[in-house]
Each structure stands twice: as structure tokens, then as C-alpha cells.
């Protein structure tokens, strides 16, 4: 299963990357400024909300290209992908961590990343790739 060191090393692969504390001083991965995929450890309200759900592992935020996308994961693999109220109308999931494996995990690394990047890196990132 995937690791903070798989995370590190697949978003930073990603070009004009930068790994940069957020607000809270946790690690937060950015392209030009926007950050994309961040470490989201449950918070009070969190725990509340989710109650026994709630996972005890490493929790990854990530961005989405839309809520439809958001909602496909969610009914997808719930094991793996979650949300909470704190993330209600917003394009982001929740990861467990320590439950996707580090192919998913560079898809979705990778899709964030394209949500986040201005429209001409993404699309010269999506050229190169192919």
C-alpha cells in the first residue's frame, strides 16, 4: 500500500510541482500556487461526524476535477475514498492511505494535479505523456 514517500515522489514528478507546508504546517503539494494534494489528519469535528467509520491511518486530501467525479470514487471504493461534512459542495476526496495501492494512487495524484494546473501545462503534461 501507498506511503507519504509514494506521495512525495509522484507529485513532485509532476512539472512545476512544489512541496510547501499548508496552513496548518502539514505537507501540501502545489502547481503554481494551487495546491492539489495535501496530508488531511482527522480533526475533532471529523471524528464526530464519521464516528466508528471514522479510520485510524493516514489520511490523503486530494482534488477532483468536479463533485460528479468526487461522487463516482466515493460509490466506487469506499474503503479507500471518503469525505466528510467539512467537504461538502467541494471538489476533493479523502484517502485512507494505507488502503490504495501506488497505481491508483499515481491516477489520482496525476488527475488532481490536472484539475490544478493552468489549462497549457496540463495539456502540454497530457501531450507529452502520450
Same mark, same amino acid.
Given at each position: 500500500m501507498a506511503t507519504w514517500d509514494d506521495v512525495r515522489r509522484i507529485a513532485l514528478?509532476?512539472? #512545476?510541482?512544489? #512541496?510547501?507546508?499548508?496552513? *496548518?504546517? %502539514?505537507? =501540501?503539494?502545489?502547481? &503554481? *500556487?494551487?495546491s492539489f494534494v495535501w496530508e488531511r489528519p $482527522?480533526? &475533532?469535528?471529523? $471524528? *464526530? =461526524?464519521?464516528?466508528?467509520?471514522?479510520p485510524g491511518g493516514p489520511v490523503l486530501g486530494a482534488r477532483v476535477p468536479d463533485l460528479g467525479?468526487? #461522487?463516482? %470514487? $466515493? =460509490?466506487?471504493?469506499?474503503?479507500?475514498?471518503?469525505?466528510t461534512p467539512h467537504f461538502e459542495g467541494y471538489p476533493a476526496v479523502l484517502v485512507r492511505l494505507d488502503r490504495i495501492g501506488v497505481e491508483e494512487l499515481t491516477e489520482l495524484i496525476t488527475e488532481a494535479w490536472h484539475a490544478r494546473a493552468p489549462k497549457r501545462l496540463a495539456a502540454a503534461h497530457r501531450a507529452a505523456a502520450e
Open positions: 514528478a509532476l512539472p #512545476e510541482t512544489t #512541496e510547501r507546508g499548508s496552513y *496548518d504546517g %502539514l505537507p =501540501a503539494w502545489r502547481v &503554481r *500556487d494551487k $482527522l480533526r &475533532r469535528a471529523d $471524528l *464526530d =461526524a464519521l464516528g466508528d467509520a471514522a467525479a468526487k #461522487e463516482a %470514487l $466515493l =460509490a466506487d471504493d469506499p474503503g479507500v475514498y471518503f469525505t
